[in-house]
């Protein structure tokens, strides 16, 4: 079973559907949750060597993340493949991943 299946599993049985636009706002509190780890372990920023992330906040981010996905009704999987060949198709023709010059 993949991480989306899981979690749209999970969302069922546990009564916890929700519309895509709560869902993004979950997203962005755990991704947030991210910074606040990284604010915290660094001292913000004074010690960056000293970065600590824990294990279970990156879960709760692909937890979101898949719930979002399962509400919108996409494949996070086949949109991972999209945006990977999007990024080796910028690489080939401008030596760079990102979207800006």
Do not use: C, W
Request: aromatic share 6%; glycine share 8%.
């Amino acid at each position: 079973m993949d991480g989306q299946q899981a979690v749209a599993e999970f969302v069922e049985t546990h009564g916890l559907e929700t519309p895509p636009e709560f869902r993004l706002l979950d997203l962005v509190s755990e991704v947030g949750e991210l910074g606040k780890d990284a604010n915290e372990s660094t001292g913000y920023g004074a010690s960056p060597a000293d970065l600590e992330i824990a294990d279970d906040e990156i879960g709760d981010v692909l937890f979101a993340l898949f719930a979002l996905a399962d509400s919108l009704e996409i494949d996070a999987e086949e949109a991972l493949a999209e945006a990977l060949e999007k990024y080796e198709q910028r690489i080939e023709t401008a030596d760079s991943p990102g979207s800006g010059a």
